[in-house]
């Protein structure tokens, strides 16, 4: 049987990923793309929208019942005399969400918007951090674990 090494926070990301891309790129109305990276690290998880244009008081992260929300709006930006003739950015509101993993601390959530991009940064609560476990290495230590 082959060994592989699993990071259920990566695997839950990819999946939520994975589903949210689907129903976003799947859209013909409504609001626009907000993609999206995910970083795992050790102590935390770094969430990173781009979000081009947009005003920083319209956007708004929230966090109800294990999920993570994140709203934005951009506006219309013409003057009285202008007329359009084309368009290619997305104008409204987006909105995406992504369910926590039990193991990070919805309680210390940070964001910052700076160039375009706000980061989210969810810290991994203690017990869910990697750790090192001590190797007994006396005998009798090592008979007791045996049993």
Known sequence: MP??????????????????????????????????????????????????????????????????????QREEERGGDDRLFVRERPMGTFTRRVHLSEHLDAEAIEAAYNNGVLAVRIPVLERARPRKVEIHHQPEQAKAIKG
């Not at 839950?12 to 990923?17: A, K, N």
């Open 3 to 72: 060994l592989t090494s699993i990071d259920p926070f990566v695997q839950e990301f990819e999946r939520q990923f994975d589903r949210l891309s689907r129903q976003a790129w799947g859209r013909t109305s409504g609001g626009g793309v907000m993609p999206m990276d995910g970083i795992r690290r050790k102590d935390d998880v770094v969430l990173r929208f781009d979000l081009p244009g947009i005003d920083p008081d319209s956007i708004e992260v929230t966090v109800d019942r294990g999920a993570l929300g994140v709203s934005a």
